[in-house]
């Protein structure tokens, strides 16, 4: 409902308001003069006739008499007020304090005599009108605000949570990135030593992944990372981290794993690689080179000294796998 509609109100009619006007001059200006005349002519005409009526030894009461018809004009003047002006006034400011508070409908100002109030109670009622179609503008206004506040919060939000995953996530394989795992490593170290929990880490390296780019394509390849990645994923537990360490790397935090188990994990993931691959069209298949290391190894441990172990024994597996034949080489070659 817009700022601009009114209730219909019957004395917006000019005809309606003209006789509304000449009924409040009657009521507030001819009555109380001709009342108040007629009481000085009463006045005048007791305190004519009352000498001729009364001895000499009783004129004594004729301003005892007069000062009664006085004080009874009075009495009369204040009823009159009372009745026009005083008791509807009372009742209009009631009715309007109940009518603002919402405690009544404007409709019951309509249902009261007014006297001598009835041009300013209907102004009353289209103010009371205008205000509560202008609360009702406010509150539609209020609400498509909260509304649009609400949508633009949402966005804003899904926006962060992008954002914040692109900075700690790797966008080909959706693995956490390198400074992700700079960022877990000294943290889980620290909380391991705390709570007295061993701690594994596990890199992993992609070997002859090269020669699927070079033979069958830079997409063959980025395929094979995300197919590596997933591996990864659905072999560990919600509570371990996996990342993308770089290239071809990848890096598995095991926290309250010992070693025997990361060793048992490292042994499942180059099996279910093996099994990826094995179907490549290469001179030779990729397999997987990995290093561990675990928190118990050193006697005062750092993040630093766990990923330097873990690190070395990977290029250890590395010199191995590249010493070794593959079986399709092998057989390449007799």
Not at 66 to 83: F, N, P, Q, T
Not at 96 to 110: C, K
Request: charged share 20%; net charge positive.
């Amino acid at each position: 409902m817009g700022l601009a509609e009114k209730a219909p109100v019957a004395s917006q009619n000019p005809v309606n308001a003209r006789a509304g006007r000449g009924r409040n001059v009657w009521r507030m200006t001819v009555a109380p003069a001709a009342l108040m005349l007629v009481g000085v002519a009463s006045v005048g005409v007791i305190a004519k006739l009352l000498p001729m009526v009364l001895s000499e030894r009783d004129v004594w009461l004729l301003p005892l008499i007069l000062a009664g018809a006085a004080a009874c004009m009075a009495v009369a003047l204040a009823l009159w007020h009372r009745k026009q002006w005083a008791r509807p006034s009372d009742t209009m400011r009631r009715l309007v304090h109940e009518v603002r508070n919402g405690q009544a409908p404007i409709e019951d100002l309509a249902e009261f005599n007014p006297g001598c109030l009835g041009d300013l109670c209907t102004e009353v009622k289209l103010l009371l009108h205008e205000l509560r179609h202008q609360r009702q503008a406010l509150n539609a206004l209020q609400e498509e605000a909260r509304q649009r506040i609400a949508n633009r919060s949402s966005i804003l939000e899904r926006t962060i949570d992008s954002l914040r995953n692109q900075v700690v996530h790797d966008p080909l394989t959706g693995l956490y990135n390198r400074r992700m795992l700079d960022q877990l490593l000294p943290q889980l170290v620290s909380q391991s030593l705390a709570e007295g929990n061993p701690l594994s880490l596990i890199l992993l390296d992609v070997d002859r992944f090269q020669e699927v780019n070079n033979t069958l394509g830079r997409t063959a390849g980025d395929a094979l990372l995300r197919s590596v990645a997933q591996i990864i994923r659905g072999t560990i537990r919600d509570s371990d981290f996996a990342c993308r360490y770089g290239g071809d790397e990848f890096a598995i935090l095991l926290p309250g794993c010992p070693g025997s188990v990361a060793k048992r994990i490292s042994e499942r993931l180059q099996s279910l690689v093996h099994l990826l691959v094995e179907n490549y069209k290469v001179a030779r298949h990729p397999r997987l080179s990995i290093g561990i290391s675990t928190l118990d190894e050193q006697p005062e441990p750092t993040a630093e000294i766990l990923l330097k172990l873990a690190d070395e024994r990977l290029y250890e597996a590395k010199g191995v796998n590249r010493t070794a034949v593959a079986p399709n080489a092998a057989a390449q070659a007799v």
